[in-house]
């Protein structure tokens, strides 16, 4: 696997510098070579939150990423300043609750996920829809090994909600696979998948 | 003329103007705005005194009373 | 829509929407009631000049539409002399959090209130440094738990009024951000003072140390400052005990003295009476 | 227990694997006011460093702290604080005493972007001249510059060995990129530890300036070690006199300077690659050289010249690292540097008109990208 | 020839014959008392660290024959702070002018009262900057003349022990170079404090205070403090007129609370029975 | 009534003569805190500055001293400061604060022997480095060194008329020597001031941070003149907002470094002699620039073609003027210093090879004597 | 046995010690010493009482007194 | 005139300073180059205390004294400290009063002046000794004019002192001239005269 840019992007208090910390703890325990970068200080608080990571076979040297080969956006907000950064070819990854209006990009692959929805409803806590979506993003890209995400995740959390974000993990990662294979079978409009 | 605006662009869902209406004119949307929280709405309007003191706290300056006091 | 009347007197191309603040914070609301002092006093915008450090506190002065001199990290004080020395005309109101202010900036504390400097310095105390992310600073409470006392706070916080009050200020107040009207009628007071006015006020920084001491947010934090405020009037009849844990508030000193600026340009009449050998 | 050492691999960024570094080196008292984007220094080792049977104090700011640091130095202890430009700037007195005194302690600057309050959350190579040059007089110190979390953990380390033996302030310059970014860092079951030189011989006979022939530095008994030490920031004798004699004011500075710039190759680490027949060679440190060297690689794929050359000393400035390049006469030096162009003042100094010297500022805020830098070496060869 | 019996203490390399103090000065006397009072705890030489700063009081620690701590200009608290949490064992004893301590110092002095650090700062206060010739300082009384207040001084004066004891010291006494016996006794109290202990001695500076004052020489400067010098106990009793221009000698606090480098080894205790994720 | 400018022939300290020029130069406001070997400056201010109708503020240290002068000189005013080294450690932070708002004052450094306290009552020049780099990442400041009390009259003047024309912190650069000696100085009648550029358009149309086609320095409104001046010292835009954007640091930086940088030639002041036909050029600053004018005429009585050149201006560093020199292909040059070796790096670096560098240092107390020079003249030629 | 003395070389002629001597023992040389002053000197040994005031007092550590006082 | 070198030292409280500055002046009103430099600091407070003037009818570079061509010492540390400064065929000037033992220096003029003595008992002010010195200097030397001598007195001692101060420079400089006919009219023992 040659270089891999993702950027993982919301709003403050979603847990989004923790998502880039876990997939980069994931990446290392799959022994690749990985850099974690976030945005930083009160811009950081309180609108737009930003986690980066470069993932890559070889050594990494230049640790920032310019253009994004996987976007992921938990609002509206973030997708609207993030989407230019997206590399032709590239991946987006929305959580369909929190964002409503996809502006217009060409060539890219967007996939919906209903992580805060899931996260809410399903596991009763909105505030583990970062790692909802996380599950999604290992299955829709397979960048890391489960078992290294697993692992990444029990280190990563507070101590005692590991159960809670391992299901949430699982629960991401089986919506993506389904939709998956949906959006595989199904039609998809504009170049789009649906993930719902 | 008695009106209250909430700029749902600027709330950010503190609920200090909900906590400490003394009329509880106020309460949280159940729509999420932009900024991804719940922000104030105006539940009952004709309880308000036009006392400001929703005005007078609101930490985003999205708050706004429309008239005022008789006295 | 009708908007906030604080957004009249505000800076709009700054950064966040409308500012950077968090939610429930309570610096905004000291925002506002600085402003509210500013109208009722009828001042002339052009000629107040909000002076601020660095800090979550530090940055209410780029949101002023008048004059603002966003200065250094704890040292507004300093500045402020200096821009007071040379126009006496401006009313000068100094925000300063209680890191700076206590902090750092200590020593710009102790003199300015010993110099008896015409200024009105309004500390926000939210008890930690906010800005940098909820370290503890020279008011946080014993045992209280912020970024750099995850064990606990061993440290013995400040009383600034006390402070302020020894090293000579000529008048010293404190409120919470619950309680409006004094609040603002202190900085209207201040402000009208000739001289060096400290003015205290406990502030909610929900994000950092509401959290982290498990107190909630910003409407939590203020009903939390309703039910733990004491009138100084009252307070004095508590015993140590009963008061621990609350907030003293009032106003503490109010006196005249020699103003600083005054009696240096004093010195310069006095000399060109004089002549003198070189 | 919580561990001391922290033996394994872990996800950590610059700051926190610096705090990793001071505790495996041994340091016993950390003190410093919080101060982007150094701060997480702070922060984890207000924990950690208990753990570790230390001591943390947040000081009431920056002089304060170095103060403190320095006092715990002298009484024997391994002291350090972090801190970024700004924090440096107030801590330029301190920095000539524990110069003057030769009191090991190791200062991190976490470098963001300026002058003045600058862009706090952003990176920079601002201090670079700072940290050298910023208290009054003549002294010297070292300065060391990581690339990485796991250069941030070995070089405070190192740093630590480096003001124990040298007995000089030793400072860290990372900029922010490097203190954020979280990267793989290995920490090892053991590390080499230097303690500080103390006294041979017994007190009555001591003298606490005197070196020995075979070196320019004496050694250090702590306070209450019944040597009886005459600390002094005022220029001193061999017994700790004050003095404002000229002979001993030029011994005593001379030896201050020399301790160190004498030294200097000894303490050189670079890393460099395809240095032999480079047409050109890129000079950096610090983040920039991660761009240098993923520029360099891809120019070689395509069949470019270039070379490259990352220094990890930054100060006493490794002349002849740089007198090595120039004497090949490459077609140019290029020096990108997150700043207008400080370092690259040393490079034309030594290069001493033998090749072109190219300086490739940033002010600051945004890192070369490798792009920028392979079009200047196309643009060269 | 019998010897004074300083002398055994003294380090005889140094500049002056024997020190570099003006004739009549009160800061040899002030060394000689703190010799004293180290004599008389039959302390071990080489575990009392003295420590100074810059200027005529700075100079003190460098005739001590033990170790010594010379450090920058108002800022010997930090550094003893940081020499006490390394060796809890040395007794530490910082001697500091009037001007470092409360003018250059002035955030040194606060917080370290503040943390209530087991120290002793005995502050020799001679109403201004000695060693760089006699300009005014933030002890200074209004009116009076110095260097750099040759038009009358206007600024207002600290009352060093009301701040010391505002910020928390456990320990805070005044007296003068006069007072022989109670200032022997106070320093020795503070010595054994486990905790700040602030000493404030008036002291003569002929050379500048005294002469440009028109109080005289070191001996007629100790006749005005024999004859200005009112008891505590007996100065509550006068009025703010009455006490115009007198010196309140007396102990003002003796407390006990949590000591900052004891509060702080014990966090390494309380962690090492913890276990955390890192 | 007393006398504003002092006309007429005086036997003054450099110390005095930099107070007169200050007042002459129309100095509204001084802060300072006593420090050999400027307190002189602070005392004779202490009055005469009221005589002036100024007024004289003694900080509570060097910090506090200069936030007020920037305060008032924000506030419309001149405004100046005067220490020495160790008190320029302590006003670095506000030295980067000044830089970022392009607020205009004068800042004097008699500069005395350290480093740490050093000794204080001794002359050196050992603060070069530390008033052009002390402050945290890249701003640019103007440096000027007189070589005696009629030069602290006139530098100060100048410096005045600098730190407003460019707004920039500007610094007399004076050695112990220069501001304790005792020399005629003569005092004329009117002296030429320069007054800041105010802003020509009204309020409303007013960008505080943009410039004029032909400068890169704004106007700077008084705060109560009705521009709502926003000072700030984060990064900002030409509104004054703050950002933490990349091209808005980038612009602001370069305009900082280049408003100076950029006029290095213009700012350059000079003294020289006998460069036509020398072999060896003597350069040097401030009263070592007297020593080697009487080793250079003594050289010239004795036949040997030395010259000499003294830098009055030293920062922005006048490279050209080496650079000429260096063209000619001397010998030597040879650059005797009262520090270890630090301008002399800047003379190597402009001379790029094309001819020897003799760095003579002395470290501090003792000035060189004209002897010393002569002897090393000798040995070149 | 009893004796106070007078260190010339050291002595700065302050005066200190004769003014507070409670038996008024000590007075001034008429001799100036080498430093341009006239030191202390003993006038009246027989009325010491070995107080020690002198000596704690003496700045310039150029007096020292002989004896313990019998009590 | 070329250069001549001045040394001025004694103790603390002579105003030895004042000397220097004063002589300096003179120096400026007979339209000579002039430097005066002094002894700073701590150590200028008790003990030997300093002050040099350099005077030339060129341009004065080097400011500093080397040798001196004159000593003046007041007190017999600052001679014993500053005997060896004196050129080959400079001249000393000693307070005869305060200085008891001069050290062996050959080719060296002594002279002798009874500063203090003429100042405590012709003046009633011991504290003018200085003065008196300065009017002996000037009439033992001639470096200066005595019209520039006085102008600069009348212009540097306190206000209200002038008279007593102009007195003083007379009674030295008429207390030179009688020992000066006298010294040479007298024998002179190893190389010195008599100043008294
Ligand atoms: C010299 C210096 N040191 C440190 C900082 C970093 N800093 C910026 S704001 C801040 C703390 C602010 O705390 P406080 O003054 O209480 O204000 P708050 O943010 O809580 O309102 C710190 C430490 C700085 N800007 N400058
Ligand atoms: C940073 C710094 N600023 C100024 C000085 C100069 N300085 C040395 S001592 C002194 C004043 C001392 O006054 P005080 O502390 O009252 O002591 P005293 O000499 O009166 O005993 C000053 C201003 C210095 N050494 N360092
Ligand atoms: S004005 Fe008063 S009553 Fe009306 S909504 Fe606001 S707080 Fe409630
Ligand atoms: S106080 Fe303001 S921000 Fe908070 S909920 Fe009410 S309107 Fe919204
Ligand atoms: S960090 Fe705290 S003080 Fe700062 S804006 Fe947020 S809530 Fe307010
Ligand atoms: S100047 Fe004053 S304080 Fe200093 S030694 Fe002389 S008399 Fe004492
Ligand atoms: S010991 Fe007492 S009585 Fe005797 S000389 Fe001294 S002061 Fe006088
Ligand atoms: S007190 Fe000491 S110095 Fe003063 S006169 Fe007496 S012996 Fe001499
Ligand atoms: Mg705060
Ligand atoms: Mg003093």
């Known amino acids: ?196 | 003329m008695k009106k209250i605006y909430v700029d749902e662009d600027l709330c950010t869902g503190c609920g200090i103007c909900i906590e400490f209406c003394p009329k509880k004119v106020l309460s949280y949307s159940s729509q999420r705005s932009l900024r991804g929280i719940y922000p104030a709405q105006v539940e009952n309007l004709e309880a308000c005194t036009l006392c400001r003191i929703c005005e007078v706290y609101c930490p985003a300056f999205s708050i706004a009373v429309e008239g005022e006091k008789d006295e | 829509m009708k908007r906030h009347p604080a957004l009249k007197y505000f800076r709009f191309d700054r950064p966040g929407n409308p500012h950077l603040w968090c939610s429930g914070c309570g610096i905004p609301q000291i925002w506002y009631y600085t402003i509210k002092a500013i109208e009722e006093l009828k001042l002339d915008i052009d000629k107040v000049l909000w002076v601020g450090g660095s800090g979550c506190t530090g940055r209410m002065c780029t949101y002023w539409i008048g004059d603002y001199f966003h200065t250094l990290h704890g040292r507004p004080l300093g500045f402020a002399t200096g821009a007071k020395l040379a126009n006496p005309e401006l009313t000068i109101i100094c925000h300063m959090g209680d890191g700076e202010v206590a902090g750092i900036g200590g020593n710009h504390l102790i003199q300015t209130a010993r110099r008896n400097v015409d200024l009105t310095a309004i500390v926000v105390n939210n008890f930690n440094y906010g800005m940098t992310g909820g370290q503890f600073s020279p008011t946080t409470p014993r045992g209280a738990f912020t970024m750099t006392s995850q064990l606990g706070h061993i440290e013995y916080p400040f009383d600034l009024c006390e402070l302020g009050a020894t090293c000579g200020a000529t008048y010293v107040a404190r409120w919470t951000t619950f309680q409006t009207r004094p609040l603002i009628r202190s900085i209207k007071k201040g402000i009208q003072k000739k001289g060096f006015s400290l003015i205290e006020v406990i502030s909610q920084c929900p994000i950092q140390y509401g959290r982290r001491n498990k107190i909630g947010n910003g409407m939590q934090m203020m009903k939390w400052f309703k039910e733990s405020s004491i009138r100084k009037e009252k307070a004095e009849k508590m015993s140590r005990e009963e008061l621990k844990g609350k907030f003293i508030i009032g106003e503490f000193v109010d006196i005249e003295k020699a103003e600083f600026c005054t009696s240096l340009r004093e010195l310069i009449k006095k000399r060109r009476k004089e002549s003198v050998k070189n | 227990m919580n561990k001391r050492i922290l033996s394994g691999v872990h996800l950590f960024q610059g700051d926190d694997a610096c705090v990793e570094g001071a505790i495996a080196a041994g340091c016993n008292l950390f003190a410093g006011y919080p101060i982007t984007p150094a701060t997480e220094i702070s922060e984890r080792l207000s924990w950690r460093l208990f753990d570790a049977g230390g001591i943390f104090v947040q000081g009431a700011d920056e002089l304060d702290s170095l103060t403190i640091v320095i006092g715990a130095a002298c009484a024997g202890w391994k002291a350090m604080t972090a801190t970024s430009g700004n924090g440096i700037c107030l801590m330029q007195e301190c920095i000539g005493y524990a110069a003057i005194t030769e009191t090991p302690c190791v200062i991190v600057d976490v470098e963001r972007a300026g002058p003045g309050t600058g862009a706090a959350t952003k990176t920079m190579q601002g201090d670079v001249y700072q940290v050298r040059y910023g208290s009054n007089a003549d002294y010297s110190v070292i300065a060391l510059a990581p690339e990485s979390p796991q250069e941030m953990f070995d070089l405070t380390v190192e740093a630590f060995n480096l003001s124990e033996t040298y007995r000089v302030p030793t400072f860290i310059l990372a900029d922010e990129i490097v203190g954020h970014m979280r990267e793989k860092v290995l920490i090892p079951e053991k590390v080499k530890i230097v303690e500080r030189k103390r006294a041979k011989v017994p007190p009555q006979e001591f003298l606490p300036f005197k070196v020995e022939s075979d070196t320019d530095v004496p050694p250090m008994p702590a306070f209450g070690e019944g040597y009886r030490m005459p600390v002094s920031g005022l220029t001193h004798t061999e017994t700790g006199s004050p003095s404002t004699d000229y002979e001993i004011q030029k011994r005593m500075v001379s030896r201050l300077w020399n301790k160190v710039e004498k030294k200097a190759e000894q303490l050189t680490k670079i890393e460099s690659a395809y240095l032999e027949d480079a047409q050109v060679v890129v000079v950096a440190y610090g983040s920039v050289g991660r761009s240098v060297k993923s520029a360099v690689l891809e120019a070689r794929k395509q069949g470019l010249k270039a070379g490259y050359l990352r220094l990890i000393t930054i100060w006493p400035f490794p002349d002849r690292v740089i007198e090595d390049i120039a004497k090949e006469k490459p077609e140019a030096i290029i020096f990108p540097e997150m700043n207008m162009g400080k370092i690259v003042r040393e490079v034309k100094r030594v290069a001493g008109g033998r090749t072109e010297v190219i300086s490739f500022p940033k002010p600051g805020v945004e890192l070369h990208k490798p792009k920028e830098i392979y079009n200047l070496i196309r643009g060269v060869i």
């Open chain 1, 1 to 196: 696997m040659s270089r891999i840019e993702v950027k993982l992007t919301g709003f403050g208090g979603q847990g989004i510098v923790l998502s880039g910390i876990i997939l980069a703890r994931a990446a290392m325990h799959d022994e690749k070579g990985v850099v974690q970068t976030q945005s930083y200080g009160p811009e950081a608080r309180g609108g737009a939150c930003r986690s980066e990571v470069v993932i890559s076979d070889e050594t990494i040297h230049y640790p920032l990423i310019e253009e994004a080969d996987i976007l992921v956006a938990m609002s509206q907000e973030a997708l609207d300043k993030h989407i230019s950064s997206i590399k032709k070819g590239g991946m987006l990854i929305i959580d369909s609750d929190t964002v409503s209006r996809i502006p217009e990009k060409s060539e890219v692959e967007v996939n919906r996920v209903a992580s805060t929805g899931i996260a809410s409803e399903k596991l009763g806590k909105v505030i583990v829809a970062n790692i909802v979506m996380l599950g999604a993003l290992m299955s829709l890209t397979g960048i890391v090994s489960k078992v290294a995400m697993e692992k990444a995740v029990k280190e990563s959390v507070p101590r005692g909600t590991e159960e809670i974000n391992l299901r949430a993990l699982e629960e991401g990662y089986l919506h993506a696979q389904k939709s998956r294979i949906k959006g595989l079978k199904g039609k998809t409009e504009s170049k789009e998948k649906e993930g719902k």
